[in-house]
T-cell receptor, first 114, second 115 residues
C-alpha cells in the first residue's frame, strides 16, 4: 500500500539554524500539507500546497517558513531561523485532488531546537 | 470559530467490551468528519470519514462512527474492543465551504484496552 514517507525521523538543531524537513507524498496525490504537533497539544495546520503554490496557510506559517516541491516527488518544509518554540512533531500529508478525500499522513519528523 | 472537542483525555475499557470515543464539533458549513488513530512512534492513520448519506459509517479494524447533526457529534465506536486497539484517537473536521481543505483537530483521546 502506498504511503507518505518523511525524513529525518528526528532532527536536533540549534536555535537560529535553518532546517529542512522532507516528505515524499503518495505518488498520485496532488494536494500536500504540513501540520505540527507540539508535545501535549493539538495537531495544528500549517500549510496546504497545490499546483506548485500555497493554497492556504495558517497564522503560524509566517515568513520563517517556506514550502517547496523541488522535483516530482519531494515536498519540503524549511524553517529559516529556528526558535525554541518550533520544537514539535511535524507531519506531512497528501490527498487526492478532488472531493473531500482523506489526508494520508507520514510518520512525522520530531524537531528539537536547543 | 471552527473547533473540535474530545471531552475525554482517556478511555479505559476491558477487552471484549464495546468502546465509545466521543467527539463534538463546531463548523460554519456542512462538516466532513474524520477519525484518525496514532500508535506509539507512528504517524496519523486514517480510520473512517463521514461526508454525506448514512449517518453510520464503517471504517478500518471494525471501527464505526455515528454522525448526529442535531448534537453535532461524531462518536467513534467498536462493538468489541481488542488490546491492540490501545492507541491515541483523533477526531478532525474539515469545513467544506469554499476551497478550505485544512483539518481542524481535537486534542485526542487515549484509549486503553485492558486484557
Amino acid at each position: 500500500e502506498p504511503e507518505v514517507t518523511q525524513t529525518p525521523s528526528h532532527q536536533v538543531t540549534q536555535m537560529g539554524q535553518e532546517v529542512i524537513l522532507r516528505c515524499v507524498p503518495i505518488s498520485n496525490h496532488l494536494y500536500f500539507y504540513w501540520y505540527r504537533q507540539i508535545l501535549g497539544q493539538k495537531v495544528e495546520f500549517l500549510v496546504s500546497f497545490y499546483n506548485n503554490e500555497i493554497s492556504e496557510k495558517s497564522e503560524i506559517f509566517d515568513d520563517q517558513f517556506s514550502v517547496e516541491r523541488p522535483d516530482g516527488s519531494n515536498f519540503t518544509l524549511k524553517i529559516r531561523s529556528t526558535k525554541l518554540e518550533d520544537s514539535a512533531m511535524y507531519f506531512c500529508a497528501s490527498s487526492q485532488m478532488t472531493g473531500p478525500y482523506e489526508q494520508y499522513f507520514g510518520p512525522g519528523t520530531r524537531l528539537t531546537v536547543t | 470559530a471552527q473547533s473540535v472537542a474530545q471531552p475525554e483525555d482517556q478511555v479505559n475499557v476491558a477487552e471484549g467490551n464495546p468502546l465509545t470515543v466521543k467527539c463534538t464539533y463546531s463548523v460554519s458549513g456542512n462538516p466532513y468528519l474524520f477519525w484518525y488513530v496514532q500508535y506509539p512512534n507512528r504517524g496519523l492513520q486514517f480510520l473512517l470519514k463521514y461526508i454525506t448519506g448514512d449517518n453510520l459509517v464503517k471504517g478500518s479494524y471494525g471501527f464505526e462512527a455515528e454522525f448526529n447533526k442535531s448534537q453535532t457529534s461524531f462518536h467513534l465506536k467498536k462493538p468489541s474492543a481488542l488490546v491492540s486497539d490501545s492507541a491515541l484517537y483523533f477526531c478532525a473536521v474539515r469545513d467544506n465551504a469554499g476551497n478550505n481543505r485544512k483539518l481542524i483537530w481535537g486534542l485526542g483521546t487515549s484509549l486503553a484496552v485492558n486484557p
